[in-house]
């Protein structure tokens, strides 16, 4: 992983129930994969439901699809690519123990991140304008269906979980950058930076899915 | 173990039933000599007992896995029959529709006549029940004849049975459908074919010879009003009928009202437009069930609980 | 095993014997105490004993209400509650046995607390994660009782939906609870996987890993990829009340039957996280006490990953009667019946490890015993209501009850008791009556028979279950099985009696009382904080009581990053001993 030298000075992060730096950095990331596993299985239940009601109701989601502005939903996915470029940059800043480029990358992430939750803000904002509110509070009658409340409750749930998800991944950055501040972070040791990572591409890859899911239905 | 068998199906699902509890009891005992046995016969006689490395035994391993295998699939096959046999209804049978409420069943014949908590068929004679719930999700159970469906809302689900003998059986709702899902109760009675069209033809109009207070008496029951009003006044699901006539109602919301025959009516009609204080809003409503002179009687027996 | 590597030269370390130290003065309860030092602590052996008691507590409760509708039904109708205080009561049964119990109760309790000490690792992988995931099910239990005082819940502990979408009570507040609940069930299942997979010491590979360890293994498994499903069922029942979002609720052009998938799609797996890890306690309270090699290791290893895998695909089985197409509904039948092999192979495995041991018949192999029996009739039984025509006649009646009773109770719970008997001397450093026990243990069996043996046959003529009042005919059977449950009560209540007696007055365990060749009797009773004084080093299985204790007891004294600084490392320039 890097020269023993620089395992010699920095044994401070290894815990005492690990043998060695090794061992602790590949079971914190065995540790994240078994969690991504599980954040899989937790979207996978709102996929579930998309499918069944797809499956039951296809002229609905062709309508209701119309409601989305792809454009914006084809930016904030080019965004979010860009984050998960970004971070993997963070990561190689760590690995070659240049903590100012760390940093840097890491900046770059929060803001792309922000500026995906700054356009999810512009479009529920437009969609609760026209009416399109989740479950009971649906009132648009812009579509001839009646079962058009079913589709946004989907949809909602399901960016709008995605979104949470994406503001725990920017508070998960925005301690990464405290702790690379405080010298805490080296190329001995970047495991947070790593499983952080790792996180989020999940995050990316969960709105890859979403993105044609909803919003290029035709 | 079984209720009598009053079904054409039930025997085979009793056939069935006694064969896997015949093999599990011989497994069973099996297995119990073996633990009791070996607990004896090995008990530990010192500290220094050695025992042997016994770590496989592909003959005995194989055999305990394939003759499991061998009854599991019998047993599925023969429940799988037996399923396909209780799932295909047939072309011919008489259709009766079934609503399931919250806390009733109504049943509908073919001449629009409605009969709550009895139902009524022909011995002999396949028939096919047409269900769906107006609220939540009940389950149709009758053990004689060991046939049962959920009731679900905005849906039709079906069922049937042929019976053999004419008598009596239970029905049981067997969803948890809230407070009184185990008052739900509703009786099968199986006429032979002639006492069946008798039944069918005059339904409702036995009523016409009697006086409204004796109509009101009968209907109070036969309707499943006593499920939650109680004659006596003690507190159950609705307000005890006793001493109901003429006194001031106080609601959840909205100005008192003495219970004259408008209220009476408009409780029936349309139970969910005022609720008395302190009870929930679970009445289902008798519209289409009752006509106008039942609510006429109902009242009239009412005005005597005092 | 990198430190030998890193280094260009090849490192040669001594393994030598440890014995482990009898009676000792410190151990890992009395190094750090003081209620903050539990309150914060990270061990695992700690954080066992805290969901210990916890559990323990929620059992209590659970079984009080379990008392209180055996009580309720010894006459049809009003006895001492109305309907809608016993539904509450019967749901709450249902939430607090299964959720607060049952499923943290080998893993979380017991398995915390030994799966380090049998694998040789000084802590699970992930000790503050472990810690979180305690208080992560207390803030879920808040959850949960809160719901108690503030509206209750009377839906059953399925929470089907029309009704739990629109009946009052605060449904929300519980879902929310159980919601929480769950992450702590993912956290334990994850920290046990990765500590598996990377925390072994030298010489443990995956054919000398307890067989205690494959079945938490396989359950963690289960609770990885199934949990999460509840969660987002959960989540969506909970916004089906607050906003209405319609995809269950048939009013607002839902799916109630889809409702059902979602959550039997978790709650069948479930019960597999419920019963794996009993499977797991029973191969080593069995071969310990016939001191006999286990038969057919890898038939039982790998039958607990078939159940666990074929676990996931049987769902449909709670939903004959339900609405799903026939197809559906003949697969699932057909892999229910498949999932039962792997289980009869175990208890055949078991018996047969049994044969030509020598026997001791100590508590914990009476409970074991126990088990055998009783799982063996749920199971059976679960093979009748797998089997699709009988079962339209048998759901949702006593029969049902039954059943999972026999499975959890008659099962898991007997197995959790072989465990906690078993493993007493380990985490208490004391032993407890024999005598006392064993009547324990009878009257448990006793009570338990009482109880619920003549719910088969309420089930079978017709009895449905979450009855509040019921017909004549089934009065005397309900009378009978509430006697039983009162049997029950009673022997709990000694339990608890002679439990709480050995901890202040019990004689004093040795490190190793039932001569056990597994790793975990190679250290103290009570354990030291930090479970081994060494790394142990392993050169034989866990059952292979033909080799002489001393092969077990072999380790390499090494400095672990600070602590025991002082310790002897002996290096020494021979032949590195190939293990």
């Known amino acids: 992983m890097s020269e023993p030298s620089v395992i010699e000075e920095n044994k401070s992060h290894v815990l005492h129930h690990f043998i060695d730096s090794d061992q602790q950095f590949e079971a914190s990331k065995l540790g994240m994969w078994v969690f991504l596993v599980t954040e899989i ?178 | 173990m079984l209720p009598p068998a009053k079904s054409t199906l039930a025997a085979e699902t009793d056939a069935l039933f ?121 389950s149709f159970y009758i053990p004689d004849f060991r046939i049962k469906r959920d009731v679900l809302p905005n849906r039709y689900s079906s069922v049937w049975f042929e019976a053999t003998e004419t008598g009596e059986s239970v029905i049981f709702c067997t969803e948890y459908c809230g407070m009184a899902h185990s008052d739900m109760l509703a009786t099968t009675i199986v006429h032979e074919q002639e006492e069946f069209d008798t039944w069918l033809a005059s339904a409702g109009s036995a009523d016409d010879n009697l006086s409204p207070l004796e ?58 437009a005022r609720i008395v204080e302190s009870y929930d809003p679970v009445m289902p409503t008798y519209a289409g069930t009752l006509d106008d002179r039942q609510i006429d009687a109902i009242i009239e027996y009412i005005k005597t609980l005092e | ?116 000490l049998q694998l040789g690792a000084k802590d699970v992988a992930f000790p503050r994660l472990n810690l979180a995931s305690f208080y992560i099910y207390v803030i879920g239990a808040l959850f949960t009782i809160t719901a108690i005082f503030t509206g209750g819940v009377d839906t059953g502990w399925t929470f089907y939906t029309p009704y739990s979408a629109t009946t009052g009570g605060s449904v929300m507040m519980m879902t929310m609870g159980v919601f929480i609940l769950g992450f702590s069930s993912i956290l334990t299942g994850l920290n046990f996987i990765v500590t598996i997979h990377k925390l072994r010491s030298p010489g443990i590979t995956w054919n000398r890993l307890p067989l205690n360890l494959w079945g938490l293994y396989a359950t963690s498994i289960i609770q990885i990829l199934a949990t999460p499903v509840l969660a987002i069922t959960l989540l969506l029942l909970t916004m089906e009340r607050a906003l209405g979002i319609g995809i269950f609720d048939p009013a607002l052009g839902g799916d109630p039957v889809l409702y059902q998938h979602f959550f039997w799609f978790y709650s069948h797996p479930a019960v597999y996280i419920m019963i794996v890890p009993g499977f797991g306690i029973i191969s080593e309270v069995i071969s310990t006490f016939s001191r006999k090699v286990i038969f057919g290791y890898w038939a039982i290893a790998l039958s607990s990953l078939a159940i666990a895998f074929i676990g996931f695909l049987v769902w449909g089985h709670h939903m004959f009667t339900a609405g799903q197409s026939s197809l559906a509904s003949m697969v699932f039948s057909f892999l229910t019946f498949l999932v039962g092999i792997p289980t009869g192979i175990k208890i055949f495995n078991w018996l047969a490890t049994m044969y030509r041991g020598s026997i001791d018949m100590k508590t914990p192999m009476l409970y074991a015993m126990v088990f055998l029996f009783l799982f063996t009739i749920g199971g059976f039984t679960g093979i009748m209501l797998g089997a699709l025509s009988v079962d339209v006649h048998l759901h949702d009646t006593y029969y049902v009850v039954a059943h999972f009773h026999y499975v959890m109770m008659g099962g898991m719970v007997m197995a959790f008791l072989a465990g906690l008997h078993y493993w007493w001397p380990k985490m208490f450093g004391r032993m407890y009556s024999e005598f006392w026990a064993k009547l324990s243990c009878g009257l448990v069996f006793i009570g338990f028979n009482m109880t619920f043996l003549p719910q088969f046959i309420m089930g079978a003529q017709g009895m449905p279950r979450r009855y509040f009042n019921y017909i004549d005919q089934f009065q005397s059977f309900h009378q009978f099985s509430t006697l039983g449950a009162y049997v029950m009560g009673v022997a709990f209540f000694i339990m608890a009696g002679y439990l709480f007696h050995s901890l202040r007055k019990g004689k004093r365990a040795a490190a190793n009382p039932w001569g056990s060749r597994a790793l975990e009797w190679q250290t103290s009773s009570p354990a030291p904080l930090h479970n081994f004084e060494h790394t142990p080093v392993i050169i034989n299985g866990p059952y292979d009581y033909h080799k002489p204790m001393s092969e077990f007891q072999l380790g390499i004294a090494t400095p672990h990053n600070d602590h025991h600084a002082d310790e002897n490392v002996s290096h020494t320039e021979s032949e590195k001993e190939q293990v």
């Not at chain 1, 480029?101 to 999810?120: D, E, H, R």
């Not at chain 2, 029951?221 to 001031?248: K, V, Y």
Request: glycine share 6%.
């Open chain 2, 215 to 272: 109509l009101g008496e009968q209907l109070v029951t036969r309707n499943a009003c006593t499920t939650c009003h109680s004659m006596d006044g003690s507190i159950l699901q609705g307000p005890s009928f006793q001493g109901l006539w003429g006194s001031e109602r106080q609601f959840e919301e909205g100005d008192n009202v003495t219970a004259d025959e408008n209220y009476i009516r408009e409780s029936i009609l349309e139970p969910q």
């Open chain 3, 1 to 116: 095993m990198a430190t030998e590597e890193s280094k260009a030269n090849v490192k040669r370390v001594q393994v030598k014997r440890f014995k482990p130290e009898e009676y000792p003065e410190k151990h890992y309860l009395n190094q750090e105490t003081g209620l903050w030092a539990w309150l914060t602590t990270v061990d695992h052996k700690k954080i066992g004993l805290m969901y210990l008691m916890s559990v323990a507590f929620f059992f209590f409760i659970g079984g009080m209400l379990a008392l209180l509708i055996r009580t309720e039904l010894l006459t049809p109708a009003r006895t001492f509650m109305d309907a809608d205080v016993y539904n509450q009561v019967f749901t709450l049964h249902g939430a607090i046995m299964i959720f607060f119990f049952l499923i943290p109760s080998v893993p979380a309790a017991l398995g915390n607390f030994i799966l380090p």
């Open chain 1, 41 to 218: 299985l937790f979207f996978g239940g709102l996929f579930a439901a998309y499918i069944v009601y797809r499956a039951w109701y296809p002229d609905l989601y062709l309508q209701a699809s119309e409601e989305l502005n792809t454009f914006w939903g084809a930016v904030n996915t080019a965004v979010l690519i860009g984050s998960s470029l970004t971070v993997a940059m963070a990561i190689r800043s760590a690995q070659l123990n240049q903590i100012k480029g760390l940093i840097t990358n890491l900046y770059i992430t929060i803001g792309l991140a922000l500026t995906f939750m700054v356009i999810k803000y512009f479009e529920y904002a437009h969609k609760f304008e026209i009416g399109i509110l989740p479950g009971s509070y649906y009132s648009y009658e812009g579509i001839a269906h009646e079962k058009a409340n079913i589709f946004f409750s989907i949809y909602y749930m399901m960016t709008g979980l995605h979104g949470i998800h994406v503001l725990i991944g920017i508070g998960l950055m925005i301690w990464l950058v405290v702790k690379a501040k405080k010298n805490v972070l080296h190329s001995g040791y970047y495991t947070p930076v790593e499983i952080t990572g790792l996180y989020w591409h999940l995050v990316d890859v969960i709105w890859i899915f979403l993105f044609p899911l909803l919003y290029l239905i035709d």
């Open chain 2, 18 to 138: 006694n064969f896997i509890n015949v093999t599990s009891i011989i497994l069973l005992i099996g297995i119990t000599i073996a633990i009791v046995f070996f607990a004896w016969k090995y008990r530990r006689r010192s500290e220094n007992d050695v025992t042997p490395v016994i770590t496989h035994n592909s003959k005995l391993e194989i055999t305990w896995s394939v003759i499991p295998l061998i009854l599991v699939l019998i047993v599925f096959g023969w429940g799988l029959s037996g399923y396909v046999n209780l799932t295909t209804i047939p072309d011919d049978a008489y259709e009766i529709r079934v609503v399931g409420k919250s806390w009733l069943w109504e049943f509908h014949y073919e001449t629009g006549h409605v009969s709550v908590n009895e139902l009524h068929v022909p011995v002999d004679r396949p028939v096919k029940l047409v269900m769906s719930s107006e609220d939540v999700i009940h």
